[in-house]
């Protein structure tokens, strides 16, 4: 079970979001992309999620290059034309393995609360996604400009769905997202 240890920010993932990260699930499995959002009444809303980067190699650096970085920059132009206008609120990283942030993750993520301190990261293992459980963790860092002596919390999450889908579970989603791609 998921016990969040901050209380102080509350993440609501749009389903459009959840799904772009199920599908780049099913293509790589290692992913990284950017988060999109807004702030609203101590709520961070992810309303769209970018994929950037993407492997069958776990072992490969998903370090950016400098055309990511360009295509970054007009994503995040065009997110502030939208209404409400929207920024990065943090970014994701999609793989198989625990959600402890290791090597590239920590610099990424200190670097992402640098500019924005409520930034975050999400880590999803398609493989912990069950029933009730979306198999991800949203993560940020605590004393995150001691680099040697952060802390990981773990913030409150939930899910929103865009209609009434009966009882569909998480596990159904993934599935879902399965014969998308293979169709």
């Known amino acids: 079970m998921y016990n969040p240890t901050s209380k102080e920010i509350k993440v609501v993932i749009s389903e459009e979001a959840y799904l772009t990260l199920l599908k780049n699930s099913k293509k790589f499995k290692l992913s990284t992309g950017n988060l999109a959002g807004f702030k609203k009444n101590n709520l961070i809303y992810v309303s769209k999620s970018k994929h950037f980067l993407g492997t069958d190699n776990i072992n490969q650096d998903l370090s950016f290059k400098d055309e990511h970085y360009i295509k970054l920059m007009n994503w995040e132009e065009e997110l502030f034309t939208k209404t409400p206008p929207l920024y990065v609120v943090g970014w994701y990283k999609i793989w198989h393995g625990e959600f402890i942030p290791r090597g590239y993750d920590i610099t990424t993520q200190m670097g992402k609360q640098g500019l924005n ?42 899910i929103q769905m865009i209609q009434e889908r009966g009882h569909r579970s998480f596990l159904d989603m993934l599935n879902d997202q399965t014969i998308q791609i293979k169709a």
């Open 117 to 158: 301190p409520e930034a975050f990261m999400i880590i999803l293992n398609p493989y912990e996604i069950k029933k009730a459980d979306p198999g991800l963790r949203i993560i940020r860092f605590k004393d995150f400009k001691n680099e040697t002596n952060f802390k990981v919390e773990y913030l409150e999450f939930k």
